[in-house]
């Protein structure tokens, strides 16, 4: 598996960044994908999922109204797009393919981690 979160960096509070998900070797065109933080020294957790058909989407309170989940399932690839982002979004991002296809916000139910991408948002 070679799943990989791409699309992270330097942005100012306020502004905006997008974040890709593709795995190079697997497709997860069946699956939930979701996205999930974690900061140095604390638990990973929740952002936001989406199921295989990218009609079903959740959000974590903290993110509701500013970052949007998507899909293409034609290209392999999941984003999550950040609006108004704020310096306590600055942490490392991961995405990870479920075990099935629906959204979930368990952690317990996401296989596939692959490398994070570190956002940094500045005040």
């Known amino acids: 598996v070679q799943l990989q979160a791409f699309g992270g960096g330097l942005v100012q509070a306020g502004g905006s960044l997008g974040l890709s998900c593709a795995d190079s070797r697997r497709t997860f065109s069946n699956n939930g994908v979701g996205w999930f933080r974690q900061a140095s020294g604390k638990e990973r957790e929740f952002v936001a999922t989406?199921?295989?058909?990218?009609?079903?989407?959740s959000y974590a309170e903290s993110v509701k109204g500013r970052f949007t989940i998507s899909r293409d399932n034609a290209k392999n690839t999941v984003y999550l797009q950040m609006n108004s982002l704020k310096p306590e979004d600055t942490v490392v991002y991961y995405c990870?393919?479920?075990?099935?296809?629906?959204?979930?916000?368990?952690?317990?139910?996401?296989?596939?981690w692959g490398q994070g991408t570190l956002v940094t948002v500045s005040s």
């Open positions: 990870s393919s479920a075990r099935r296809a629906f959204a979930t916000q368990r952690i317990a139910d996401y296989m596939y």
């Open positions: 989406i199921n295989w058909r990218g009609d079903s989407t």
